[in-house]
C-alpha cells in the first residue's frame, strides 16, 4: 500500500471521527435544551 493511500485513509477515519463527535455534541445539546423546555412546562402546569 502507498504510503499517501495510508494518510489518506487515516485522513478519513479522523474526519469521520470528528464528524461523529459533532453530531454527538449537537444530539446532547439538543436533548437538554428538550429537558429544559420539558422542565419549564411542568413548572407551569403546577
Do not use: C, T, Y
Not at 474526519?15 to 407551569?44: T, Y
Amino acid at each position: 500500500m502507498p504510503l499517501f493511500a495510508l494518510a489518506n485513509s487515516v485522513h478519513e477515519v479522523v474526519s469521520a471521527r470528528r464528524g461523529l463527535q459533532v453530531l454527538f455534541v449537537n444530539i446532547h445539546a439538543i436533548a437538554e435544551d428538550d429537558d429544559e423546555g420539558w422542565v419549564s412546562g411542568k413548572n407551569k402546569l403546577s
